[in-house]
């Protein structure tokens, strides 16, 4: 099968290394991999460069068998021939040099001139992380990456490092990665069977199948080629295109509850405190930091843990899990870091970020947050060191991230009844959103009146009285000296009562607050994760619509539908999960809210009495 593309539209080379297309032209692909949204080729002039993978239509027609005669032979891969070497390319090669022009495997990394690849010079070796995008984690100045931390080595450095072409085991073995086999728990997945042509180790239908109408049209690649649903690996999945070994420990189960998909629940529940926050130094005193003490419940193994150690980690798990809302980290803080009340602020926003961690069935369960939460590094830092490189050259990410979903067998979701879900619930997050804004305002403004306006208002109050006291205390009279004790003792009531307000906001709307924030970053992650659901719909409605046009062939168009109910199952258990963590903590919020106002008017109403009483002995 030869690799050829035919032009949708005409394209007007700008830049060294790009070559022009015009509409309906037929074109040789050195590789059907794109890099950046750019494919290699030559056009029917013979000019050899890059185009927007957008602009043309790969062609996915068989080609005839080898003639008998055995035609004349042709370099079977067009990029090992030097730039400027070729003749012009006929709109289709001749009959005998088909069967020649079989594809290869896409290149390992692809490596145009300096001057000729649009984004710039140098080769360019991408990774699924680049191909896929993902978070980037921040560089900010509260945590600096010059320790051991950050050490130079990699895993092919460390003993046992696994070589490319090696998949790891259940048990540490590695197997090579070409074969369809391996050690049990270990399988191989792929989309790609129903968008190819033939399977690759069979042999191609027979020519007369290839004149059909249904083979001719593919589902279109987004043009925009950084949106979430291409840099999630949402797109490459859906239009088949993912493919990697996946274990049974990887496996991410969607299940079916009494309200629909959800997450299988995590079999080992636990909790993790965070104490201890101390104030460390390394390099003689002149790096200074704050570590914190994590103590998770079925391990009862403390372990030390630094900010930038929970940034790295939060990375880590925002760049795996693309439909999934990880929780967002306390923000950072350029100066001031050392300061108590800032300390504090940031200890009660990580407990709030542990507690969402560990009650997500899939997060508590992943690889690098259990390596985060169990691994001394204080003590053994090459295997913590090990971990770390392991979590960072993770396959299972982009696109193969979607191979490790297990939905429901034998379950099929209406797209219409998913579609409305998911539209009433981006109307549900707005308004949230919004409301949580609108409090956080009012509950910050309200603090703020508290710790300074009502403070003063009741010293002033209570100033005033103590004023008449002394006034009283003119008089002179035995009598009356009762009575001037008992106003004094008002006046430094309400002075009680002022101090009383200022320290109120620290107990019931300052957790009122974190809680609103981390749900803040919460309702800030799901548009991205509703993107990529509704990108998967959009390929499904397009697909029907070529069927319906009898341009694809209802199997392909099956396929897609299939890998988009897989996002479409783990979106809607994201949305319930989110739902049940909402009520429990809004719920648990609200009546801890009210018991301390509770107990803060009991506190002012104790002062007033005790005020009261003065009164009774004048």
């Not at 949708?8 to 309906?24: A, K, Q, T, V």
């Not at 010079?121 to 560089?139: F, K, R």
């Amino acid at each position: 099968m030869a690799l050829r593309a035919r032009a949708l539209y005409d394209f007007r080379s700008e830049n060294p290394g790009e070559i022009s297309l015009r509409e309906h032209e037929v074109l040789s692909l050195c590789s059907e991999q794109d890099i950046e949204g750019w494919l290699e080729g030559i056009n029917s002039r013979g000019d050899r460069g890059l185009f927007p993978a957008s602009y043309v239509q790969v062609i996915r027609t068989p080609e005839p068998g080898p003639p008998a005669d055995g035609g004349p032979g042709v370099p079977a891969r067009y990029a090992n021939v030097p730039p400027g070497g070729f003749e012009p390319l006929p709109a289709a090669p001749p009959a005998a040099f088909q069967p020649l022009l079989q594809p290869q495997a896409p290149p390992s990394s692809f490596q145009p001139s300096g001057a000729g690849f649009p984004y710039g010079g140098g080769a360019l070796q991408p990774s699924p992380q680049q191909l896929y995008g993902g978070y980037q984690a921040s560089q900010g100045s509260d945590d600096d990456w010059d320790d051991e931390w950050d050490d130079s080595s990699t895993v092919a450095d460390e003993p046992g490092a696994l070589g490319s072409g090696a998949y790891p085991d259940l048990d540490g073995s590695s197997s090579a990665g070409g074969g369809g086999g391996g050690a049990p728990g270990r399988y191989r997945l792929s989309t790609r069977s129903d968008l190819s042509l033939g399977s690759r180790g069979g042999s191609a239908p027979p020519p007369h199948q290839a004149s059909g109408a249904k083979s001719s049209a593919t589902v279109s690649r987004n043009l925009n080629r950084f949106s979430t649903f291409v840099k999630s690996g949402g797109e490459a999945f859906v239009l088949g295109e993912a493919s990697g070994f996946v274990k049974d420990g990887d496996k991410l189960c969607v299940v079916l509850g009494p309200y629909g998909p959800e997450w299988q629940e995590n079999p080992y529940p636990f909790q993790c405190t965070i104490d201890d926050p101390t104030k460390q130094t390394k390099f003689k005193g002149m790096k200074s930091y704050i570590s914190y003490k994590l103590v998770p419940t079925h391990t009862q193994v403390p372990v030390h843990r630094r900010y930038k150690h929970f940034d790295w980690l939060y990375a880590r798990l925002a760049e795996k899990f693309p439909v999934i809302s990880v929780p967002h980290l306390p923000e950072k803080q350029a100066t001031g870091r050392f300061e108590e009340d800032f300390i504090s602020k940031r200890r009660k926003g990580l407990i709030w970020w542990m507690n969402h961690m560990a009650s997500h069935p899939v997060l508590a369960q992943c690889d690098v947050f259990q390596h985060f939460l169990t691994c001394p590094s204080s003590t053994d830092e090459k295997a913590w060191k090990q971990g770390k490189r392991k979590a960072e050259k993770d396959e299972m990410v982009g696109a193969n991230f979607f191979l490790t979903l297990s939905t429901p067998p034998a379950a099929a979701l209406d797209l219409q009844e998913v579609e409305s879900k998911i539209d009433g619930f981006k109307c549900f997050t707005k308004k949230m959103d919004d409301s949580a804004l609108q409090l956080n305002h009012t509950a910050n403004e309200f603090a703020r009146k508290q710790v300074t306006g009502f403070k003063k208002e009741y010293q002033k109050v209570g100033q005033s009285f103590r004023g008449l006291s002394q006034a009283f205390e003119l008089d002179q009279q035995a009598f009356s000296v009762g009575l001037n004790q008992a106003i004094a003792f008002t006046g430094d009531a309400y002075d009680a009562i002022g101090e009383l307000f200022a320290e109120q906001p620290r107990q019931d709307l300052d957790p009122v607050m974190d809680l609103l924030a981390l749900y803040q970053g919460h309702l800030a992650n799901f548009p991205d994760i509703i993107h990529v659901q509704k990108g998967a719909l959009t390929k499904v409605k397009e697909s029907r619509r070529h069927v319906e046009e009898g341009k694809m062939e209802v199997q392909k168009a099956d396929g897609i539908q299939d890998r988009c109910n897989t996002i479409s199952f783990a979106t809607l258990a994201e949305i319930h999960h989110f739902h049940q963590i909402r009520v429990r903590d809004f719920k648990s919020q609200m009546q801890h809210f009210l018991q301390q106002q509770i107990i803060f008017f009991q506190k002012v109403t104790q002062k007033l009495e005790e005020a009261l009483h003065k009164y009774d002995s004048v």
